[in-house]
Structures are given as C-alpha cells and as structure tokens.
C-alpha cells in the first residue's frame, strides 16, 4: 500500500478559489514534498517540510504538517487556469528514496 | 544545464522484445533513480543509484536492470518486455544521496509492449 495518499483524488473549482489537497502517511519521516505533474509532463517539484516545521510557504502555496497525525495539507491560493495539474506528495522515510501517493487531479475552471 | 534527459520519449515493443531507456543529467547528482507510473497511480521505484558503481533495487525491480557506470547515465535495461511493463517512465535525479532532497524529473518516456 502507498505510504502516502492524497484526498480528494479529483477536484474541480473555479478560477480565484483556493484549492486544498490533503496528504497522509504512515511511517516516520524526514520531510514531505509535494510535486506538479502537468499532463503528458514530468513532475516539478514545489515545496518541502521537514518533519520538524510545521507550515511553510511560497508564493501563492502554503503547506502545513502534522507529525502527530501523520498528516500534510497543501493550500493554492486564488487558482489559476495554470494550476491544473495532478498534485502529489512524496515522503522521505529515511530510506534513499521517496515514496510517492497516487495524487490529487485538480481542475482549475476559466 | 539541460537538467535531466531521457530517451526514446515513445516507444512500442513486441513481448519478449529488450530495450534501454537512457537517462542523463548534467547537474553533477549522486544520485539518481526511475519510476513508473501506470494510469490512476502514483510513481513507483524501479531501481536507484547513490553513485557510480552503486545501485540498489526499489519497490517493483522485477523485468529491469541497471547500471550506473558514470556520475551522468542512468540507463534502464527491460530484459524481455512484457504487456505489464506497459508505462510512462520517469527518470529522476538529486544531489543528496542520504536524505531524499528536491528531486529533479526527466519528461517520460511512454512505452507500449504489444
């Protein structure tokens, strides 16, 4: 089973709106990042938390950590046309690699 | 810096059929990896490498092989192509090799195996 699992696996808001995806894990880990795959593209990396922050931003992303719960959120605010994309976040547990979930695919409506 | 390149981006193979997948980077990274990702799923870990000389096998490693043999080059070898490795490819690199910091994604490759 994937170490992390993006909610919800679809979203569709408007232009303007903010656009919340949520991330859980398992295990311990050393950071969580969060990556942009445009379709028919490679992923980009956005942002990374490590495990002793608890929000972080850059530009219009805020993330946010919760070792207690096991738990990430990502926040877009005032979306774009050009946020659509599948969003994904990937741990690092400590063990030379990233764990990737399964992604959340949001569509931002003109 | 061209980052990190992969080629072919399409490919279709026959079932039994071997090819390599090439993966370069020019950023000096130690390490480097490749990942799969099938419809509705996430990546998941063929192989990695923390350097050259060194690889290591990742979550679904059976019907690949590696070999790092350069800082640069990251070729992924299919032995004998099956319909189940019908995929998109991804290669990826970084600088650290212990903790996994930014990682660095090649545009795909799309292999069908008929």
């Known amino acids: 089973s994937q170490q992390g699992e993006e909610d919800p696996q679809a979203l569709s808001i408007q232009e303007g709106e903010n656009a919340t995806m949520n991330c859980s894990y398992k295990?311990?880990?050393?950071?969580l990042q969060w990556y942009r795959q445009n379709s028919g593209r490679g992923l980009v990396h956005l942002i990374l938390i490590r495990s002793n922050e608890r929000e972080k931003h850059s530009g219009r992303l805020r993330v946010t950590l919760d070792t207690s719960k096991k738990s990430s959120s990502l926040l877009i605010t005032a979306s774009r046309a050009a946020d659509t994309a599948s969003y994904f976040c990937?741990?690092?547990?400590?063990?030379?690699?990233?764990?990737f979930g399964s992604g959340t695919r949001l569509q931002v409506q003109p | 810096n061209a980052g990190v390149t992969q080629t072919p981006k399409f490919q279709v193979l026959k079932t039994g059929q071997s090819m390599t997948l090439q993966c370069a980077q020019d950023m000096n990274h130690e390490y480097m990896s490749w990942y799969r990702q099938d419809p509705g799923m996430g990546l998941r870990l063929i192989h990695y490498s923390v350097g050259a000389g060194i690889t290591d096998q990742g979550e679904v490693p059976n019907g690949y092989n590696v070999s790092r043999s350069t800082t640069e080059d990251f070729p992924l070898r299919l032995l004998s192509a099956a319909p189940s490795q019908t995929s998109v490819y991804f290669c990826?690199?970084?600088?650290?090799?212990?903790?996994?910091?930014?990682?660095?994604f090649g545009p795909g490759t799309r292999l069908l195996v008929l």
């Open positions: 295990t311990s880990i050393n950071n």
């Open positions: 990826a690199s970084s600088y650290s090799q212990e903790s996994q910091e930014t990682q660095y």
């Open positions: 990937a741990t690092d547990t400590g063990r030379r690699a990233l764990t």
